[in-house]
């Protein structure tokens, strides 16, 4: 019983991990319809600042978490106004090529500055070690993790739901046209939200460092964790995409502890079903139109 | 001259053989004579070729895009291994096309789930199925060899008389020549009648559809046909190679492949061929200058492919080409961009 409940913790720490890292994917493609596989790249980017600022510049772990959002949302935004926007009409194809294109390079760019191993962070005492509550064995740091993704798809929420901003971004999700005849800056709104859901990334790439393994091939193995979220969450709202990331995070861990010969069957097969199933994702719409 | 003459005349126009295209497949036998040195990374190149025509069938004729292509191109290494392997069918000419048989019938059983949903639910599918198949494989090491992959194969003479050499000089030849026989196929495929509405459904299912074509029948056939392509390409790697390995099914090798068709062009057959040659050309060039990183250079250049967009670039290749041609042959025998747009 300890341990179903031990496992069901770290599945929902994964899960919300999962949902930080790819809620801003979702956002891209909800938005813009646009095909974004270089997301993971962001992710890593910020990972790797994280683990920088900490091991060798010796930045208290909880000081260098914001600076690995704000750098990574900064690259996103950099990105969007030189690159990305050039290829929001393009076809699909252009579009997966292009990230294509930007997870190779950032793959090799990581392993020529950083070295291609394994990169841990070194975390402070407090974050250390698990405790127990009622017999069920509490890892601090996914404890740390929860709280902290809890808090933040929270005010995602009520961002989405209370301020004009919000609105003006959920207007443009359904229907860009109609938005932008209404005077919303679309594509304005669309550069903040692309360097928020960056940013995300970034803050998500230095929180999975301790649970997902950080290393130069990040954007590749976890694409597909990304794009099972948002295409099996859809992009209508932001519960899809976390109910779909809690779902799969639950799964994983689940499936690594009572069949780990089948490895990640478990998960390409439930994405499969559900796709077949349901092609529109499991929760309304679908992200790509 | 009514409407449907007419078209049914540029279609056999288009059909008929070209100079060029006699040229080209004359300089590809041409050179297993010239560089007998470079079997190797030949026989590389036409396998990536025949693999990049699989998917150009459905990327440039029907508008799939696939990110998991390589899934058929692992079942048909691995199903030539185990044959060979085990010795259960010795002549390699017949284990071919029964490991591309292996190939088609999941093809056909994935068309299924292809032909559902949007470009996006298609990626998806298309990447979870060799994602799964790479996982699968890993799992039943017993069979598979794992992460060793299959080891020790040693292929028979082909038809009893032609032994695999050490040189690859076999190896090259037989793959040219299944390249050749496949791309006839292909060839006549592409500009049926059946080819012709495959090209109507990417251009517009809707509108098709409205005309009377089966689409999903189309797409299904389509689909299985390339999964057939695919699996051959896969059963020459292990071949011509004598290993099979979980990296069939990687991630990279499909990506890898939609850079060799977009380098070329899709929709017309030859730039799979054309962009193996100049891939594996870049690829060299890129692991001599930097061993490691090679894949930062690969990347760089589908970047710069796309930004600069991909008509325009095939429209300057072709540019003193054309000239050339304007001259000897006149002006209508100008070669033009192929309607490369999935």
């Known amino acids: 019983m300890t341990a179903i409940l031990t496992n069901l913790f770290d599945g929902v720490a994964y899960g919300m991990l999962l949902f930080v890292l790819a809620c801003g994917l979702a956002v891209t493609l909800g938005l813009m319809n646009f095909v974004n596989l270089a997301h993971g790249a962001f992710a890593m980017a910020g990972g790797y600042i994280c683990a920088v600022l900490v091991n060798q510049q010796g930045w208290p772990f909880f000081a260098a978490l914001p600076l690995a959002f704000v750098s990574a949302a900064a690259i996103g ?38 070295g291609s191993s394994r990169v841990f962070i070194n975390l402070p005492a407090a974050l250390q070690g698990q405790f127990d509550l009622f017999g069920v064995g509490i890892g601090r740091y996914r404890l740390m993790i929860i709280i902290i993704c809890g808090l933040l798809t929270i005010a995602l929420q009520l961002v989405l739901a209370k301020t004009r901003f919000g609105s003006r971004l959920r207007a443009a999700v359904d229907d860009p046209r109609a938005a932008s005849g209404l005077g919303i800056n679309v594509p304005q709104v669309f550069a903040f939200t692309f360097a928020f859901g960056c940013g995300l990334a970034g803050l998500g790439g230095a929180l999975s460092a301790e649970i997902l393994g950080l290393d130069p091939y990040f954007p590749l193995k976890f694409m597909i964790y990304f794009l099972i979220v948002v ?37 390409y097969t439930m994405m499969i079903v559900i796709l077949i199933w349901r092609p529109n994702g499991l929760f309304g719409r679908t992200a790509a139109r | 001259m009514s409407a449907a003459s007419d078209v049914g005349y540029h279609a056999q126009r288009h ?14 036998l041409a050179c297993g004579f010239v560089f007998p040195s470079r079997y190797l990374i ?91 198949l ?48 496949l791309f006839l196929l292909a060839r006549r495929i592409v500009h049926s009648p059946f080819g012709l509405s495959l090209r109507a459904i990417k251009n517009n299912p809707l509108r098709a559809a409205a005309i009377g074509i089966p689409v999903n029948r189309r797409l299904i056939a389509i689909y299985t046909l390339a999964a057939f392509y695919a699996g051959i390409a896969g059963a020459l790697f292990t071949q011509t190679t004598a290993i099979a390995s979980l990296d069939v099914f990687a991630f990279e090798r499909s990506a890898d492949l939609m850079l060799v068709l977009v380098i070329g062009g899709t929709g017309y057959l030859y730039g799979g061929l054309i ?51 304007k001259q000897v042959a006149g002006r209508k025998a100008v070669v033009a961009v192929p309607e490369g747009d999935a």
């Open chain 2, 42 to 132: 030949m026989t590389d190149i036409v396998r990536l070729a025949l693999f990049a025509m699989s998917l150009d069938l459905i990327l440039g004729y029907a508008g799939i895009v696939s990110l998991g292509h390589a899934a058929f191109f692992g079942v048909g290494a691995y199903g030539a291994g185990l044959l060979a392997l085990h010795g259960i069918i010795n002549e390699p000419v017949i284990a071919l096309v029964v490991a591309g048989l292996a190939a088609m019938v999941l093809g056909f059983a994935t068309s299924f789930l292809v032909i559902r949903g949007v470009d996006l639910t298609r990626l998806m599918v298309t990447l979870g199925i060799a994602l799964l």
């Open chain 2, 134 to 181: 790479e996982a699968l494989a890993e799992r039943f090491s017993n069979i598979t060899g794992g992460t060793d992959g299959l080891q020790g194969i040693e292929m028979q003479p082909i038809f009893g008389t032609l032994a695999f050499d050490m040189f690859g000089k076999t190896g090259f030849f037989y793959s040219v020549a299944v390249l050749f026989v």
């Open chain 2, 15 to 28: 059909a008929r053989w070209h100079y060029g295209e006699v040229a080209f497949w004359l300089i590809v």
């Open chain 1, 231 to 267: 295409t099996v969450g859809g992009s209508s709202s932001i519960t899809g995409p976390f109910l779909a990331s809690l779902l799969l995070g639950i799964g994983d861990v689940a499936g690594k502890y009572y069949v780990p010969k089948m490895g990640p069957f478990v998960i």
């Open chain 1, 77 to 114: 935004i950099v990105l969007e106004r030189t690159l990305y926007r050039h290829l929001y009409t393009r076809s699909h194809l252009d579009q997966v090529l292009f990230t294509i294109g930007l997870t190779f390079m950032s793959v090799a760019a990581v392993d020529y500055i950083q």
């Open chain 2, 275 to 325: 962009g193996a040659v100049i891939f594996r050309i870049l690829q060299e060039w890129f692991s001599t200058i930097t061993p490691q990183y090679w894949q930062f250079w690969i990347g760089l250049v589908l970047v710069v492919i796309v930004l600069v967009g991909r008509q325009r670039l095939h429209r300057w290749v072709l540019f003193v080409p054309n000239l050339i041609i």
